[in-house]
């Protein structure tokens, strides 16, 4: 099963709306990260966020991590048109070296 | 610098060929992960290398199988396909760094299986 899991799968907001997506995993991690994918594209990296970190910013992005929860949120302020993608959390966990396991995605629509 | 590249981009094939896809990292990387992206099941591990060595497998059967080269250049392939190989195949680098665990995503290369 997967360790990450997004919540909502979908989102449809009107540009310049704020948009949050939420992430919860299963096991103790050592970092979490967050990816863009556009339609059929490959995924970018948007954030890092590590275990002993609680909130994180870069640029309109803002990220969350709880680990008592097991959760994180990404919020996108002031959304685009451009922010149309798919977004999805990811984790590496503590248990050593182990490949980056991916949730399923949300996917976010920002209407002009 | 260069991002990561994958060929080719597109290809249809049919049940039962086998079919090898490439993936060229960024310049100074030498860890390279592939992930296969199907809409069921999302983004699932099939393996990584480093140094030409496979340093971890996903759940896939044997019909997939990789490769890293001595230029970190690596391939994937997969034999006997069936339908349910169509999918987005996506590699991805990673620098030498191990502190930041990112990775670096090529445009992937989509197989459709008839």
């Known amino acids: 099963s997967q360790q990450g899991e997004e919540d909502p799968q979908a989102l449809s907001i009107q540009e310049g709306e704020n948009a949050t997506m939420n992430c919860s995993y299963k096991t103790s991690i050592n970092n979490l990260q967050w990816y863009r994918q556009n339609s059929g594209r490959g995924l970018v990296h948007l954030i890092l966020?590590?275990?002993?970190?609680r909130e994180k910013h870069s640029g309109r992005l803002r990220v969350t991590l709880d680990t008592s929860k097991k959760s994180s949120s990404l919020l996108i302020t002031a959304s685009r048109a451009a922010d149309t993608a798919s977004y999805f959390c990811a984790t590496v966990l503590l248990s050593g070296n182990t490949p980056l396991v991916f949730g399923k995605g949300t996917r976010l629509s920002v209407i002009a | 610098k260069a991002g990561v590249t994958q060929t080719p981009r597109y290809l249809i094939k049919t049940r039962g060929q086998q079919v090898t896809l490439s993936c060229s990292p960024i310049s100074g990387h030498r860890s390279v992960s592939w992930y296969q992206q199907t809409p069921g099941q999302g983004l699932q591990f099939l393996f990584e290398y480093f140094s030409e060595t496979q340093r971890n497998k996903g759940n896939f059967p044997g019909r997939f199988s990789g490769r890293q080269f001595s230029n970190s250049r690596s391939e994937m392939n997969v034999s006997t396909l069936e339908l349910g190989d169509s999918a987005l195949y996506l590699c991805a680098s990673s620098p030498p760094d191990p502190n930041t665990g990112e990775l670096f995503f090529g445009e992937g290369s989509r197989l459709t299986v008839l």
């Open positions: 966020i590590r275990s002993n970190e």
